[in-house]
T-cell receptor, first 115, second 118 residues
Framework: AQTVTQSQPEMSVQEAETVTLSCTYD???????LFWYKQPPSRQMILVIR??????QNATENRFSVNFQKAAKSFSLKISDSQLGDTAMYFC????????????FGEGTQLTVNP | AAGVIQSPRHLIKEKRETATLKCYPI?????VYWYQQGPGQDPQFLIS???????DKGSIPDRFSAQQFSDYHSELNMSSLELGDSALYFC?????????????????FGPGTRLLVL
């Protein structure tokens, strides 16, 4: 069974500063995918960033980057130059090695960006 | 770019009634997934379909059924509704073979259907 754990239920950051959200996971698969999704108050699930486990290079998407530590099974999200619109629930998710696999989500971290 | 479409967006039902949720995946996506998100919870996987065949099954109650049609849209049928079925139901879609010919695992979510059972 796959598990995803987010140990920070809530976090806050000042506008323009940097914040890091933590995520650890467990899987017996060798090939898998990791994702961060954002869920703002509208409750839409929005893909933020993805990482293929076979790639050593950390993924980046504009102000968003990850620190993928495969051996430690850690997958943290760094948000630089935080903006008010970044306020949302952030979910870490894992997709197993089989194509078309279900997503297993962590409990979520509620991020608040303060002006 | 076209996104996943779900209908209806909001639904109010009485206990023991039936509900049907519809999902239209992104064009050329071949896999559809259904998730249930209760209040204050993370999404839980219910069921998925690939090329109109059930490909995986999660914690879906026996009262629920789903299928994928020839045009790739999917419907989630929920019968004998209970108060605990009140939740946000997401549909997501993915394309197992991207334009590069390699499997792509990214699931794109629709806006969800908010079901309230009274």
């Amino acid at each position: 069974a796959q598990t995803v754990t987010q140990s920070q239920p809530e976090m806050s950051v000042q506008e323009a500063e940097t914040v890091t959200l933590s995520c650890t996971y467990d899987t017996s698969e060798n090939n898998y995918y990791l994702f961060w999704y954002k869920q703002p108050p509208s409750r839409q699930m929005i893909l933020v960033i993805r990482q293929e486990a076979y790639k050593q290079q950390n993924a980046t998407e504009n102000r968003f980057s990850v620190n993928f530590q495969k051996a430690a099974k850690s997958f943290s999200l760094k948000i630089s130059d935080s903006q008010l619109g970044d306020t949302a629930m952030y979910f870490c998710a894992l997709s197993g090695g089989t194509s078309g696999s279900r997503l297993t989500f962590g409990e979520g971290t509620q991020l608040t960006v303060n002006p | 770019a076209a996104g996943v479409i779900q209908s209806p967006r909001h639904l109010i039902k009485e206990k023991r009634e039936t509900a049907t949720l519809k999902c239209y995946p992104i064009p050329r996506h071949d896999t559809v997934y259904w998730y249930q998100q209760g209040p204050g919870q993370d999404p839980q996987f219910l069921i998925s379909f690939y090329e109109k065949m059930q490909s995986d099954k999660g914690s879906i109650p026996d009262r629920f059924s789903a299928q994928q049609f020839s045009d790739y849209h999917s419907e989630l049928n929920m019968s004998s509704l209970e108060l605990g079925d009140s939740a946000l139901y997401f549909c997501a879609s993915s394309n197992r073979l991207g334009t590069s010919g390699r499997a792509e695992e990214t699931q794109y979510f629709g806006p969800g259907t908010r079901l309230l059972v009274l």
